[in-house]
């Protein structure tokens, strides 16, 4: 089984809405991402939390905010986000994330528009 | 710093016929994975295949394979007898540790 889900399927929300997006993954894996994807470009590296330990990619604003309540679930927390925020948010996991199997198997991802 | 180019940003096919994707990377690492995903309307990335780089064999996947080139750094999907449910954007990525850096995608259109 290589299921990772997403919700919700679609969002939209104001700029001064609080908002959470929820990933799950059932595959025992050790390592989960965020990443953002505007339309018709790859996606784009958010957040990596591997080991119970978080990496982030510097250009992400303080406004997205990660949180991991245990190895299989990886919310990420949305407050007072910006139009150009609008974008397909895609949750990711892989079973090491740490040089070993590299695999990463990505849920259908959440569809977000900001208004 | 590594990179992956995929030079072909949209590519037409005629059903049951064969297509090959491109793809180069850069790298100085000896050791990393390379992959082939698939994100059709549905918007979901799907694993097409995976090539690890210590591995000189082709992968291959039913109606696709790779030909990995480990020293010119390259690697391209071929897919054969091409279905209307092959129609998406293919990205090459590249993966080591918990890093992985995609290419800008090629659409593949599948002509009826």
């Known amino acids: 089984d290589t299921e990772v889900t997403q919700t919700p399927k679609h969002l939209v929300m104001g700029m001064t809405n609080k908002k959470s997006l929820k990933c799950e993954q059932h595959m025992g894996h050790r390592a989960m991402y965020w990443y953002k994807q505007k339309a018709k470009k790859p996606p784009e590296l958010m957040f990596v939390?591997?080991?119970?330990?978080?990496?982030i990619n510097e250009s992400v604003p303080s406004r997205f905010s990660p949180e991991c309540p245990n190895s299989s679930l990886l919310n990420l927390h949305l407050h007072a986000l910006q139009p150009e925020d609008s974008a397909l948010y895609l949750c990711?996991?892989?079973?090491?994330?740490?040089?070993?199997?590299?695999?990463?198997?990505f849920g259908p991802g959440t569809r977000l528009t900001v208004l | 710093a590594q990179t992956v180019t995929q030079s072909q940003p949209e590519m037409s096919v005629q059903e049951a016929e064969t297509v090959t994707l491109s793809c180069t990377y850069d790298t100085s690492e000896s050791d990393y994975y390379l992959f082939w995903y698939k994100q059709p309307p549905s918007r979901q990335m799907i694993l097409v295949i995976r090539?690890?780089?210590?591995?000189?064999q082709n992968a291959t996947e039913n109606r696709f394979s790779v030909n990995f080139q480990k020293a010119a750094k390259s690697f391209s999907l071929k897919i054969s007898d091409s279905q209307l449910g092959d129609a998406a954007m293919y990205f090459c990525?590249?993966?080591?540790?918990?890093?992985?850096?995609f290419g800008k995608g090629t659409r593949l259109h599948i002509l009826p």
């Open positions: 990525a590249y993966s080591r540790d918990d890093k992985i850096i």
């Open positions: 990711a996991s892989s079973q090491d994330g740490s040089g070993g199997e590299d695999t990463q198997y």
């Open positions: 090539q690890e780089a210590y591995k000189q």
């Open positions: 939390y591997s080991y119970e330990k978080l990496s």
